[in-house]
Structure formats: structure tokens, C-alpha cells
């Protein structure tokens, strides 16, 4: 059985935080806390390209539709597409790749302690509008699902986290080659995960 330390996520910086110059902000967090980057690339994915990575999970298609659907029902809202969650999330996804796909974005994989819920709580609720002030969309983003629905585009977030490790696992293999990922020791891993902090003194 694998040590929590070796859980492994994956991020991906959107095209708008690319362009926002908040690559290296977004990633310093994740490195503060102490999880290290085991694979980064930089590329412009195909509209194609984002499609596989948003349907790795054969019910995402319903869930997101059915998500979407209760939003505009927990508003006193009727979803202006129906109530057919294929439906609605063959316009979601069309919008994803519209978005995703307009320029460079970077994947990135993260490792260490927990890798995966970590990462969630430091990325912040998926709508800027309601992620908690100290999470990265709550401090650097003020879109919202009612903003994008009018502007009849995705809720720009500037980043993607994967949901469980299981999800992570599938979007790694998505997005890097096994050979892309470099296993690599830190000296700071002594400090984070040694059972005793030995060799600090001389």
C-alpha cells in the first residue's frame, strides 16, 4: 500500500490564468504547502482533446447535466434548456471547449501528503462568485454562474483540479506519457514526512 506522500493530482492553469501572468502565483501555493510537481508541460489543446478529458468518467455527461439542472431549481429557476441533462451538458461541454481550448493552458502534476484533497481545498468552490477569500479563486477571480450564463460562456475559474484520486489517476494518463513524470526526492520531504527531525543539528 502506497504512502499518503505518494498520492499524486492533477492541475491544469486555464487559458485565462494563463493570460492573467498567474501561472507562477497558482503554483507557489500548491508548492508552499509543501507538494512538489512531478510533471509540467505547457500546450493548446484541441477542442477534441478537451472533450476526452471531460468524458474519462462515462456519467460525467448526466451528472453534470443533472448538477446543472438543480442549480437553476435550488433558484426558483427553470433551466432556459429543458430539463433533459444530456441536453444540457452537450451546451455545457460545448462551451468547456470553446473555453479551454482558446490558448496555451499548463498541466501540471502534483504529489505528496493527500495530494488531491489538498489541492481542492487551496483551488476554492468551482464558482469564483462563492470560493471562500485565501483560496486561489476566491482571491483572484469575481466570475460567476449567473455572469456566464448571460454572456452564454463558461465560468472563467482559471484552474482545474482533479476530483478523487481515482479521477486524478485517468486525467494523468490524459494528459503525460509515463516517461513525463519525473520520480524525484526533496529534501524537504525529510522535513515533512521523517518520523523524527534528525540531522537538523550539528
Not at 63 to 86: A, E, F, V, W
Not at 169 to 198: A, M, S
Request: aromatic content about 6%; cysteine-free; proline content about 5%.
Amino acid at each position: 500500500m502506497k504512502h499518503p506522500k505518494e498520492e499524486r493530482t492533477l492541475i491544469i492553469v486555464k487559458p485565462d490564468g494563463v493570460q492573467r501572468n498567474l501561472v507562477g502565483e497558482i503554483i507557489t501555493r500548491f508548492e508552499k504547502v509543501g507538494l512538489k510537481i512531478a510533471a509540467i508541460k505547457m500546450l493548446v489543446p484541441t477542442p477534441e482533446y478537451v472533450e476526452a478529458h471531460y468524458t474519462l468518467d462515462p456519467n460525467w455527461r448526466m451528472d453534470n447535466g443533472t448538477k446543472s439542472i438543480k442549480g437553476y431549481t435550488d433558484r426558483g429557476q427553470k433551466h432556459p434548456l429543458g430539463n433533459d441533462p444530456l441536453v444540457v451538458n452537450a451546451e455545457t461541454l460545448r462551451k468547456l471547449k470553446s473555453y479551454i481550448a482558446s490558448g496555451p493552458v499548463i498541466p501540471v502534476v502534483l504529489e505528496g501528503a493527500h495530494a488531491v484533497e489538498v489541492v481542492r481545498k487551496i483551488v476554492g468552490g468551482t464558482e469564483p462568485r462563492g470560493a471562500l477569500v485565501g483560496t486561489i479563486r476566491g482571491d483572484f477571480v469575481l466570475d460567476s454562474y449567473a455572469m456566464a450564463d448571460s454572456d452564454v460562456r463558461s465560468v472563467r475559474n482559471l484552474i482545474h483540479a482533479s476530483g478523487s484520486v481515482a479521477e486524478a489517476e485517468k486525467e494523468i494518463k490524459h494528459w503525460f506519457k509515463k516517461d513525463e513524470i519525473v520520480d524525484y526526492r526533496l529534501v524537504t520531504e525529510d522535513i515533512l514526512y521523517g518520523q523524527n527531525l534528525d540531522g537538523i543539528l550539528k
